[in-house]
């Protein structure tokens, strides 16, 4: 890249699950549980109180209400209160992270479905209990993904057609069909080998995540595994996302890892930040 990229934030918990949302970048900034907005200019402001902990994201509906992750789905009201929007405690006791709401309304929202004080356990044992709930517009809720190891960031392609998720312990990309009826098929490896957490799709069908676990870098990846570019951090890269007037603004969110066993204390540590730079092509799709 021909910029070199520019701290936007600093001091942040762990900034996770950035959107580009009504001209400001907005994400979760775990430890904290604040969800923020910040412009261009570095100008941010607490927009509201997320779920406790780590693992929760936000996304909005059609008709501009915002939802929250955590141990419910929850929809924000006019008036701020907070209602449960849909009821998926059957498809898993776990609660949920990652979220997207694709261009037709549909949401995405997918569950570890582990406790994460067995995070080491269900690494090491090769288990893929993870999984991925649809919640139509008019309501209907359903398991449409299973089998799938520590689930993470979602993008869905500007056509509503393919959901790629990043299954994080398998250091795979994996894409599906979305038929017609929001189910989820044809399920393909859409790269390998990489170090996929939040993830964001451009123009050029590229997808930016890290190139390799335990690596601190954002790569621009195409399908089929070949990285196209990469950019060297000083620490990983939790989430990336397109925005800005353009949307070719490249947002990068890291933060140093203190371990899994010590989540509290990288975001008490207060390491993370959000990097920006000029993208080669504009953002497309969602979230």
Not at 3 to 19: A, C, F, T
Not at 157 to 166: C, M
């Amino acid at each position: 890249m021909a910029n070199e990229p520019r701290v936007l934030l600093d001091g942040l918990g762990i900034p996770e699950s950035p959107r580009w949302h009504d001209g400001r970048l907005w994400f979760s900034n775990w430890g904290p549980s604040e969800i923020v907005a910040v412009d261009l200019d570095g100008n941010f402001e607490v927009m509201g109180r997320g779920a406790e902990g780590a693992g929760w994201a936000t996304g909005w509906l059609p008709d501009g209400s915002m939802l929250v992750t955590g141990a419910e789905l929850m929809r924000e009201e006019p008036d701020g209160t907070r209602v449960v929007h849909a009821d998926l405690s059957e498809l898993s006791p776990y609660g949920w992270s990652e979220l997207t709401v694709d261009g037709r309304g549909n949401a995405y929202a997918n569950s570890l479905n582990f406790d994460f004080a067995d995070f080491q356990a269900v690494m090491a044992s090769g288990q893929a209990p993870g999984k991925i709930s649809l919640i139509t517009t008019d309501g209907q809720v359903r398991e449409v993904a299973d089998d799938l190891a520590f689930p993470n960031g979602m993008v869905v392609t500007p056509d509503n057609k393919t959901l790629v998720i990043s299954e994080s312990f398998r250091a795979r990309l994996t894409a599906f069909d979305i038929a017609d009826d929001g189910s989820l098929e044809n399920r393909r490896v859409w790269a390998d080998n990489v170090g996929p957490d939040g993830i964001c799709i451009d123009a050029d069908g590229c997808i930016w995540c890290s190139s390799g676990a335990m690596v601190n870098d954002a790569a621009r990846i195409r399908e089929g595994g070949e990285v196209v570019e990469t950019i060297q951090l000083e620490r990983p890269c939790f989430a990336t996302m397109l925005g800005g007037p353009d949307r070719r603004t490249l947002f990068m969110l890291t933060a140093e890892w203190r371990g899994s066993t010590s989540l509290q204390d990288t975001m008490a540590a207060k390491t993370g930040q959000i990097l920006v730079v000029e993208a080669p092509a504009p953002g497309v799709g969602w979230p």
